[in-house]
């Protein structure tokens, strides 16, 4: 991911958002998770983005953002590249995480995915987190495979219908 290639904070926010909301319980994206994080993404050329600030209650040592937090967010961020940009419905097959800086608790970050390959049955995506002044502070790539959709569907406990009209939707502008 070239440090370039993504929009700064508020130009994030200026993006069209990703439509599609999931329809289960995700902890960093649903809208009706308790104590979830509740991210939206934004579409960008490649991938998507999104700003948010992880509170304190997700913090490994004090005032920053626990790693297992960093990873779940780099993830989040690498499957709505691939809901957003492909509409396909994939599992992390693994990821690596480099965290470079501590991510600060109670500050704006912003979280990026890009596709870097798209050949079903798989994908390879890469993930960055930048502090307010660009600074990139955790990085990593993930590969995906893409089991068919009713397969998903039966493990998530959600109809297959529900989830394509999903991918329908984070594939509009």
């Known amino acids: 991911m070239k440090e370039s290639c993504c929009p700064d904070h508020a130009s994030v926010l200026n993006l069209p958002k990703v439509q599609g909301r999931w329809p289960g319980s995700c902890f960093v994206c649903s809208e ?71 991510v600060p608790t109670g500050t704006e970050i912003r979280v990026v995915g890009e596709i870097v390959s798209f050949d079903p049955p798989q994908a390879e995506v890469a993930m960055a987190i930048y502090d307010a002044d660009g600074q990139r502070l955790a990085e990593g790539r993930t590969n995906w495979s893409f089991p068919r959709l009713s397969r998903i569907a039966a493990l998530a406990g959600v109809e297959e219908e529900v989830l394509q009209d999903f991918l329908d939707d984070c594939r509009k502008m």
């Not at 999104?50 to 499957?79: Q, R």
């Not at 709505?80 to 693994?94: E, P």
């Open 32 to 102: 009706g998770h308790p104590h979830g994080l509740g991210l939206r993404f934004h579409h960008t050329t490649d991938g998507v983005a999104c700003v948010t600030s992880i509170p304190a209650t997700y913090c490994g040592f004090d005032g920053m953002v626990h790693g297992g937090i960093i990873s779940a967010l780099m993830d989040e961020a690498a499957a709505y590249a691939i809901f957003a940009r492909h509409g396909k419905l994939g599992v992390t097959r693994d990821i690596t995480i480099r965290f470079l800086k501590p």
